[in-house]
């Protein structure tokens, strides 16, 4: 038996205009730049506002060929006056710029039906909606630099290994055995697939039936190729490898003895075990360990022509110090110029001027209408994004002062996500999708900004330190340790203590591994 209710539900939903604005927030400014490249792809009537300096440079060539030279200097002076006036008022007209609001779904011209007999063009044939766009003070001028750093084009290692096993002498069969090993070395340079499983990649993809004998002779050719240490199989071959190519003295042949007959020992160091077992004078031992230090155990990341591409980090925002005096702006990436298609403003007032109105100039008009709802959403929702990205690193600024006064990480005070929504009246959620991905250029480097966000560690004098302090100030006691004794995680504990730190061992042991650092045992030195 069929049943009807009436339920009352409430529930909240994001409009396509907050779901655009909410995605813009979270990309960093690397990938801004692509996003607003694939919006203009889509929608012509988005376009980027370029200033015509050719119009410029006509008018000075005018004026320069004036006779008088005193009339010259008299319109000189007239347009000092006149960029004056037009500055003033332009920021007079940026500070009136109210808050961006972004429309309901309900409520969004694109979601209605097309309205083909009663069209409102008083929005788009208006001069001031389809001006350029641009926030004043949001990053460097035009004269900066605004291009991308150029990635390094010297070459992968993978084609370095090609051109080395060209020059090789070896036979066709031989060279396709070869370009299968390098096509099997990983981002580090290492060959961890068994060579029985390399055969059978040559049967299948190459139709070569090869054996693991070849294919070993084979790898000891691309191993004898640069960098040293290429295409190991394990760690202990990779610095054996490149110990065949150092002079054979003694300190590198009692390397060689370490990593063939005492390498669990070595990884562990075990050094008394070592040098019991190799019957080592503790010198010998101390100058075949700094040898084997000096090896590379990753060959495939070591030079200009490493298979890891170079990446660069660019940041959101620039802040400067003029004595005392922080200057905030964002990056020139951030902040786009971007302006509605005059041309399509130019359709309203022909169809406006038309005196007979077909149906299919209607349709037409209705289509263009959508693309410049669109293309002003988009450019509310960049300078949406620009407004919130400024005000949550103002707060941050503003709360971590102290640092960007002196770059000293023992400045930076315990913060949370919820401090600085609360400053600036938004929700956790925001800031987080601010913090994310997100970096700032200051006088010390630059810092991503999930790097000034910590937890509070209690003090005796009853207020909190951040726990980027305590990294320091632990990182500063292992650093100044004796090697041959380091210091255990209850001694850490307890000098933190004595300097006022309530802290406990297991969360010494928790700071020490995300600093990378290991364990005592492993930091113990000859």
């Known amino acids: 038996m069929q049943r009807l209710d009436l339920k009352q539900l409430l529930s909240q939903k994001l409009s396509p205009q907050q779901i655009q604005f909410i995605k813009l927030l979270q990309i960093p400014t690397a990938e801004l730049e692509t996003r607003i490249k694939e919006e203009m792809e889509v929608n012509p009537a988005l376009e980027e506002d370029e200033p015509d300096e050719p119009e410029e440079m006509e008018r000075d060539d005018d004026d320069s060929d004036s006779d008088d030279p005193d009339a010259s200097l008299d319109n000189d002076e007239n347009t000092l006056d006149e960029d004056f006036e037009d500055r003033n008022s332009s920021q007079e007209t940026a500070d009136e710029i109210p808050e961006p609001e972004i429309q309901s779904k309900d409520d969004s011209p694109a979601d209605e039906a097309p309205d083909n007999t009663d069209l409102d063009l008083s929005d788009y044939l208006n001069d001031d909606e389809i001006a350029g766009y641009k ?108 110990l065949e190519r150092r002079h054979q003295d003694e300190a590198t042949v009692n390397a060689e003895r370490i990593l063939t007959e005492t390498f669990e020992e070595f990884t562990k160091k075990h050094y008394p075990r070592i040098q019991q077992k190799l019957d080592l004078e503790e010198e010998e031992l101390k100058e075949a360990i700094n040898v084997i230090l000096k090896l590379n155990p990753k ?64 349709e037409a008009v209705t289509f263009v209408k959508q693309k410049l709802d669109s293309a002003k959403w988009f450019i509310d929702a960049i300078r949406q994004r620009q407004n919130t990205l400024l005000r949550t690193m103002n707060a941050i600024v503003e709360l971590q002062r102290d640092f960007f006064a002196e770059g000293d990480e023992g400045k930076l005070k315990p913060m949370i996500l919820k401090d600085i929504a609360q400053r600036i009246g938004m929700d956790i959620s925001t800031v987080s999708r601010v913090a994310n991905s997100k970096s700032i250029q200051t006088e010390f480097g630059i810092y991503p900004l999930k790097y000034f966000f910590s937890e509070g560690i209690a003090t005796d004098s009853g207020e909190d330190a951040s ?27 307890k000098m933190l203590n004595a300097r006022g730190y309530n802290i406990a061992r297991r969360t010494v042991a928790k700071y020490r591994e995300q600093l990378n650092i290991p364990v005592a045992r492993l930091r113990k030195e000859l």
């Open 467 to 493: 726990s980027r302090e305590v990294k320091s100030i632990l990182k500063d006691l292992i650093g100044k340790e004796n090697k041959e004794r380091p210091l255990s995680d209850d001694k850490l504990e």
């Open 299 to 362: 060959p495939g990341g070591s030079g200009p022509s490493g298979l890891g591409k170079t990446q660069y980090l660019m940041p959101d925002f620039i802040l400067t110090n003029d004595n005392g005096v922080f200057n905030l702006t964002l990056n020139a990436r951030n902040a786009p110029e971007l302006r509605v298609s005059p041309a399509y403003t130019e359709m309203f007032r022909t169809y406006d001027k038309a005196a007979k109105k077909d149906q299919k100039m209607k």
């Open 135 to 242: 926030m004043q003070g949001d990053g460097p001028g035009e004269e900066e630099e605004r291009d991308m750093p150029l990635a390094d084009t010297s070459g992968s290692l993978t084609d370095s290994l090609l051109d080395q096993l060209h020059f090789a002498d070896l036979d066709e069969r031989q060279e396709a055995i070869g370009q299968q090993l390098i096509g099997s070395i990983d981002g580090d340079g290492y060959i961890r697939r068994d060579l029985s499983a390399i055969a059978n990649d040559l049967a299948f993809s190459q139709n070569l039936e090869v054996t693991v004998p070849e294919i070993e002779a084979v790898l000891r050719v691309i191993q004898g190729f640069d960098p040293p240490g290429i295409a190991a199989r394990d760690l202990p071959e990779c610095l054996l490898l490149q």
